[in-house]
């Protein structure tokens, strides 16, 4: 009983570095001859999280700094655990963690999905900055339509929402005021997401946890953020762990037959 309480004694507190806003919780129970690791994941999305370990006297399970996915809406799921090497020796464990939304080990996507505008049918818009773009996308394949302020948005494809900001005021042309965004996240089922930025303020009206279809209205656009102009900014992406992959997808355009991907300074109406 003695040498268990040390032992609990010499465990070492845990360290993140990741986005504090993913809602997830990594911790440990001990168990007869070490301890199990466990992770409860309250996000719509799967999240992949990294796991470092530092340990004495402990091995672990299928090794270190391996990569565990984290099922959506799960509780207690086992990720991995740590057993004792000599018995009646000290042992002490302490980690650290890297993780973000998405399934690290899909690799592939639906790479032929044609994606609708996000925008009302009969409306017509122009695209103010194409994929990589010279003022801010250079090696960023995402979309600007240029909007008023108040612009009905419609989802470009079926999922389900993970994120949703909408509480900013501030804008300005530089960086410095990304961190105002007001977003939109939403997942899709081949494991990519869509982000529609620079929304009003109290302009979703979707909130997390909701189903999506295609075409079905979900807010209004804005001026927040980072943004000196009124528009929409669209970007498909795959997350990794350190990064986004921003995706360049085609979109239905005109009554529906045709699809194309979206060119820099060309104006696009919706009829479907």
Not at 34 to 56: L, M, R
Not at 210 to 230: P, R
Not at 241 to 251: A, D, G, P, S, V
């Amino acid at each position: 009983m003695n040498i268990i309480y040390k032992c609990i004694l010499l465990i070492l507190l845990s360290t993140t570095i990741c986005n504090a806003e993913i809602n997830i919780k990594i911790y440990y129970e001990q168990v007869e001859n070490g301890y199990n690791i466990y992770a409860d994941n309250q996000e719509y999305c799967p999240v992949s999280v990294k796991i470092n370990f530092t340990t004495t006297n402990l091995n672990i399970n299928g090794g270190n700094n391996k990569v565990y996915v984290i099922n959506s809406q799960t509780k207690k799921q086992l990720l991995t655990s740590l057993s004792v090497i000599k018995q009646g020796k000290p042992y002490k464990f302490s980690y650290q963690t890297n993780f973000n939304y998405g399934d690290y080990y899909k690799t592939t996507y639906d790479e032929n999905f044609i994606y609708d505008l996000p925008f009302k049918k009969s409306e017509k818009f122009s695209v103010l900055q194409g994929y990589n773009g010279t003022f801010s996308h250079q090696n960023e394949n995402s979309l600007d339509f240029s909007m008023p302020v108040g612009t009905e948005l419609f989802a470009v494809r079926d999922g389900i929402v993970i994120k949703v900001i909408d509480n900013n005021t501030k804008n300005c042309a530089t960086k410095e005021c990304a961190k105002y965004n007001n977003l939109i996240i939403i997942y899709h089922s081949d494991g990519t997401f869509a982000e529609y930025a620079h929304l009003k303020q109290k302009g979703a009206i979707v909130r997390v946890g909701d189903k999506i279809t295609k075409g079905q209205l979900i807010g209004y656009s804005g001026n927040v953020g980072w943004s000196s102009i009124a528009h929409l900014h669209l970007v498909i992406f795959k997350q990794n762990l350190e990064n986004r992959e921003t995706l360049k997808t085609k979109f239905k355009i005109e009554n529906g037959d045709k699809n194309e991907f979206l060119i820099e300074k060309k104006e696009y109406i919706k009829n479907y």
